[in-house]
């Protein structure tokens, strides 16, 4: 995968860096991490298949913050703190005229996306955290992560290693013996940030702590960690799902940190119908749907609300969006946990309650409006789902308004 041109924001005096890809209605913006460079990723093949995966049903953001990568460096005195991340995270925004958009913060990236939905709550339609915390710093009131002294080790390694593949253990322990990855790893990082900006970097990290936003998170929000995560504990993640309201929380097998890195196909799945639908679907029996399957499977949904009133058949459907009848039943009850057919009839139904409650039009025009070709069967349909023919749901209804 080439990578496409890169262009630049400007907040304040400082020029960020960014590129995009894909197209469609949803828009994710990946928060990177620590360090990242815009224009590498396509020399790590894991990471560069990951996006293009992502690619193929949204348009995507890759920025780098402010002291990595292609953006401005900074002074190292003088590092940002979260609301300046937040202000270039906007201004990356409104240079690609974006008015909202979905955010996937990976690990340290997650504080800064949690942050941001909180600070601008309607730029933000869905919150992605993988692998990530809500404080980096173990503390007597936060028991996960490493210490101050834990953290200092890992600094001086930094220090004393910065040009070979630091961190290959922690990141992505699945691979760390292979020369390849080791020698692609060393060369995103040296391209991501000097020594010195890498370890300033990292100190200024040790500071973030955005417990207090996350009651303020209103969001949807999907959660998503490795239990056996070598760098960030799981229980960093346990702790964010307990404390924002309704927030999912998918525990995946792995220990690999990076999501490029030991793949999983249902992770990718639930980001998938998390962003589409707004929730995660987890079932092992999506695994014979390619990605595209189920993107079509979730237009199809969206053609039967639209459409409702019109001659709806599985065969038409299968037709219509090129997907074989047995992927349009199978799939679409497993996403929606529904027939498709049945799905039509209840979509019928509730919108022919609005036209009896609403108008004056008689039970056979409100079949008609709704789809159904005799009003016999309407009735039938009504009667075994409300209990009730619609003209005496009607009639009950006009009772109560009278009462």
Known sequence: MQTGSTKYAQSGKVNIAYQEFGSGDICLIVIPGWISNVEQFSHIPPLAAWVNHLTGFCRLILF????????????????????????DLLAVMKHANIEQAALFGLSEGGPLGLHFASAYPKKVSKLILFGSFAKWVRSDDYPYGLNEEGHLKSINYMAENWGGPVGLQLMAPSVMNDSEVQEYWASYLRHSASPSAAIALYKMNLDIDVRSCLKKIKQPVLLIHRTGDKLVESGHSIFLHQNITGSELFLSEGTDHLPWFGVKREELTAILTFLLGGNIVKDKRLDKLKTEDVFIIYAIKDYIEKNFNEVISIKGLSRKFGINEFKVKSGF??????????????????????????????????????????????????KRKYGMPPNQYRTELNKDAFK
């Open 64 to 87: 780098d913050k402010r002291g990595t990568g292609l953006s401005d460096r900074v002074n190292e005195n003088e590092l940002p703190g979260m609301d300046q991340r937040a202000e």
């Open 333 to 382: 009850t497993i996403l929606f946990e529904t027939p498709v057919i049945t799905y039509l009839n209840q979509t019928r139904l509730e919108h022919s309650i609005r036209l009896l409650t609403n108008s004056s039009l008689s039970i056979s025009e409100i079949a008609e409006r709704v789809g159904y070709t005799h009003p016999n069967n309407y009735t039938i349909a009504f």
